[in-house]
């Protein structure tokens, strides 16, 4: 059902008892990554969860439930992809309960293994980095379908499961989360997947009558600051350009940024 608006910011709810982090778009960015996870982990004083993320840290009165949504976008531009998806499989494993969204970027990279021929603009737009990060080189000048067989021989098995597996929406109390946003006056369970990898201005410039029963916390739009427009939070910082992987923290009714 769309239309029943949040007239108020503060009523939007996460799930009780627990604290999401919704990661934005990481690029290639390993570093920034790490450094995020970093500060998720100090910024959470859980004692009741284990792994690799959130270990046991200072007591708290009544310690929220930490949980991590990544918003897709994890491959292309920066210089590290397969160390990234390296650490996110390593991450699904050792924190079953984490949630990993399709991304634009993940579609090409699976577009270009299955039609090379027809998806060269993926070099284009930061493929050329991702091959790198696979030790496919050189990549200039070598026919994409050549290049599409050197990284299928690269790429782990895990890391194509992984980018098969990922979904396209998640639902947390009051919050949809999505890679790009929703096409106005579409209920969420009819939303095409191009629209939800891909969509920008028309989502951006939804009328308050189109907008959707929750509030969308996206990215694929990098912005200079994490923006929080009320009905629409959008976390893509432009990790690859300017070094801020940023997330934002919900819990209960409040929400706030952190970044790198």
């Known amino acids: 059902m769309l239309g029943k608006l949040f007239q108020k910011k503060d009523r939007a709810q996460a799930p009780a008892g627990k604290r999401i982090y919704a990661i934005g778009d990481v690029h290639g960015c390993l570093e920034e990554l790490e450094a995020l996870l970093e500060?998720?982990?100090?910024?959470?004083?859980?004692?009741d969860l284990s792994g690799s993320v959130f270990g046991n840290e200072e007591s708290c009165d009544t310690p929220p439930k930490p949980a991590l949504v990544f918003l897709g976008d994890?491959?292309?531009?920066?210089?590290?992809?397969?160390?990234?998806?390296?650490?996110?499989?390593?991450?699904?494993?050792?924190?079953p309960g984490t949630i990993f969204l399709k991304g634009n970027h993940e579609a090409l990279m699976l577009d270009f293994l299955a039609n090379p021929e027809d998806m060269e603009r993926w070099l284009e737009w930061g493929g050329e980095e991702t091959l790198r990060s696979y030790g496919v080189a050189p990549v200039l000048g070598r026919p994409s379908k050549e290049l599409a067989e050197a990284l299928r021989e690269n790429l782990p098995e895990a890391h194509l499961s992984f980018l098969q597996s990922l979904a396209l929406t998640h639902i947390e109390g009051d919050y949809c989360f999505v890679h790009a946003g929703l096409r106005p006056g579409v209920a969420l369970g009819d939303q095409q997947e191009e629209d939800l990898l891909w969509i920008r201005k028309k989502f951006h410039k939804t009328s308050p009558g189109d907008r959707p029963d929750q509030i969308v916390v996206h990215g694929h739009q990098p912005v200079e600051k994490p923006l929080d427009a009320g009905w629409r939070i959008c976390v893509d910082t432009g990790a690859c350009w300017t070094g801020r992987l940023t997330a934002v923290v919900l819990e209960g009714s409040n929400r706030r940024f952190i970044s790198t």
Not at 39 to 47: E, G, I, L, S, Y
Not at 84 to 92: E, G, K, N, S, Y
């Open 39 to 47: 500060k998720a982990r100090d910024d959470n004083c859980a004692t």
């Open 74 to 95: 994890y491959v292309d531009r920066g210089p590290e992809s397969c160390g990234v998806l390296d650490r996110l499989i390593a991450l699904q494993q050792a924190e």
